[in-house]
C-alpha cells in the first residue's frame, strides 16, 4: 500500500509517464527494489495501459483529467510529495532511459554536497543539437549546466516547495525554467554523473524535430530574457565537484 | 448634415449593442465598465463629430480624423495585452486545479480501498481510520 507507507518513507520517486506501457512497470519495479523510496507514477491522460501497470507493480499512479505535458505531470508528483510530507523527491523518466538503479547515487550526493538539487547528467547521450543548445543557454544564463533537460533529478524539501509553487505552474518542462526559478530562490544546484540508456521506445518530447526544436529555443530564450537581472544569485557548485571527481 | 446621421446612427448602433450585451450580464465587473466607457465614448463622437476636430486641435494633430483610429488602436493592444494576462492567469488556475483534482481523486481511491480491506467492522471504523491516513494539508497548498 504505497500511500499509506508515507508516514514511514521519507523519499518519494516521481514517475511522469504519457503512453510508456512498455517500459513504465519495469521502471517501477526497479525503482521499488532499491528499498529506498516510495514509487508514485502520473499518468499524463495516457491512452494506453500505462496507469493499470505501473499500479499493478507497486506504485501510485495519479490519473490527471487531461494532459498537462511533462512539467505539469512532474509538479504534480512535487504537490503530492509536499501534502504527503515526503523530504526528498527524485524524478525519472518512465521511457527507460534513466536507471533506477543510478539514484542511490543521486540521493547520496544530495545528502553529501548539502545542495538542494542534484541533476543526474549523461553528457556521452547528448546529440550535436543538444549540445549546442546547451552552450547557447550556458552562454546565456550564466548557468554552468551539462545536461539542462535531464530529467533525473534529486529534490530535497526546500526545491520541492519552491517547484510545487504557483510561480512554477506556467513552465512546460523540467529544463531552463525550472532551473531558472530554482536558483533565483537562491538553491544549490549540483551534477553528478551517471549512466542512461539510449530511449528504447518513444521521442524526446524536446528534441523530437527540428520545428519542435526551433519553437524550445524561442521560448526557453524569452524565459530566460525574462529572468535576467536575478542570475547574479545564481550559486552553483558543479564546477568544483567535477574537479573533486576527477 | 447626412454625414453626421450616419456616425450619430454608427454610435448609437455600436453603444446600443454594447449596452445590451453588459446588461445581458455577460460579463463581469470591470469588464462591463470598460465597454460601458467605450460605447460611450462611441455615442459622444458619434454624435457629435465636432469633438474630434476640437480634440486634433487641442492635440496639435493637423489631421484630426486620424485621432479615434489611432487612439482605438491602442486601446485595442492594451486589451488584447490584458485578455493574454488573464488568459495565463486562467492557465495557471486550470493547471493546479487539475492537478489537485487528481491528487484527491488518487487519495480517494486510496481511503476506498483501505476501507474495503479493513478487517472487521466496516460502518465504525472507517471514519476514524480514514483520518489517520490523511494527511492534513496546508491551506496555502491550492
Redesign the interface.
Given at each position: 500500500?504505497p500511500?499509506?507507507a508515507?508516514?514511514q518513507r521519507s523519499i518519494l520517486a516521481v514517475i511522469p509517464a504519457r503512453n510508456e506501457a512498455p517500459t513504465v512497470a519495469d521502471i517501477v519495479r526497479r525503482t521499488l527494489a532499491g528499498g529506498q523510496c516510495d514509487v508514485l507514477v502520473?499518468n499524463d491522460a495516457s491512452t494506453d495501459e500505462t496507469a493499470g501497470l505501473a499500479e499493478a507493480a507497486g506504485a501510485?499512479?495519479?490519473?490527471?483529467?487531461?494532459s498537462?505535458g511533462a512539467w505539469?505531470a512532474t509538479?504534480?508528483g512535487m504537490?503530492?510529495a509536499?501534502?504527503?510530507?515526503y523530504r526528498t523527491v527524485v524524478t525519472l523518466d518512465a521511457d527507460g532511459q534513466h536507471h533506477p538503479e543510478e539514484l542511490p547515487t543521486l540521493l547520496g550526493s544530495l545528502r553529501r554536497t548539502g545542495s538542494n538539487v542534484v541533476i543526474g547528467t549523461y553528457s556521452a547521450r547528448m546529440s550535436a543539437a543538444r549540445r549546442l543548445a546547451g552552450r547557447y543557454f550556458r552562454l546565456l544564463t550564466q548557468m554552468n549546466v551539462q545536461d539542462f533537460t535531464s530529467g533525473l533529478r534529486a529534490y530535497d524539501r526546500r526545491a520541492v516547495r519552491a517547484l510545487a509553487s504557483?510561480e512554477a505552474?506556467?513552465l512546460d518542462y523540467q529544463d531552463m525554467g525550472v532551473l531558472m526559478l530554482l536558483s533565483k530562490k537562491g538553491l544549490i544546484l549540483h551534477e553528478v554523473p551517471t549512466q542512461m540508456s539510449p530511449r528504447r521506445t518513444g521521442a524526446s518530447r524536446v528534441f523530437a524535430s527540428w520545428l519542435l526544436v526551433a519553437r524550445y529555443m524561442l521560448h526557453t530564450t524569452v524565459l530566460c530574457f525574462a529572468q535576467i537581472g536575478v542570475r547574479s544569485r545564481v550559486l552553483f557548485r558543479s564546477q568544483s565537484a567535477r574537479s573533486r571527481m576527477a | 448634415m447626412s454625414s453626421q446621421l450616419t456616425a450619430g446612427l454608427i454610435g448609437a448602433l455600436l453603444a446600443g449593442a454594447i449596452l445590451y450585451l453588459v446588461r445581458r450580464d455577460h460579463m463581469h465587473g470591470s469588464y462591463a465598465l470598460w465597454w460601458l466607457a467605450i460605447a460611450a465614448a462611441i455615442l459622444i463622437l458619434g454624435v457629435f463629430p465636432p469633438v474630434i476636430d476640437w480634440l486634433g486641435r487641442i492635440t496639435g494633430i493637423s489631421y484630426p480624423p486620424v485621432l479615434p483610429i489611432i487612439v482605438g488602436i491602442g486601446m485595442i493592444l492594451i486589451r488584447m495585452l490584458r485578455t493574454d494576462i488573464d488568459r495565463?492567469r486562467q492557465?495557471?488556475q486550470l493547471?493546479?486545479l487539475?492537478?489537485?483534482?487528481?491528487?484527491l481523486?488518487?487519495?480517494l481511491s486510496?481511503v476506498r480501498?483501505?476501507r474495503a480491506n479493513a478487517p472487521g467492522d466496516k460502518t465504525a471504523s472507517p471514519r476514524t481510520k480514514s483520518a489517520q491516513?490523511i494527511?492534513l494539508?496546508k491551506p496555502s497548498?491550492g
Open positions: 500500500m500511500a499509506s508515507a508516514s502520473v501510485a499512479v495519479i490519473d490527471l483529467p487531461f498537462l505539469g509538479q504534480t504537490r503530492y509536499q501534502r504527503n510530507r504557483r505552474s506556467l | 495565463s492557465e495557471r493547471r493546479r487539475a492537478q489537485k483534482l487528481a491528487i481523486e488518487q487519495e486510496t480501498r483501505d491516513v494527511p494539508s497548498d
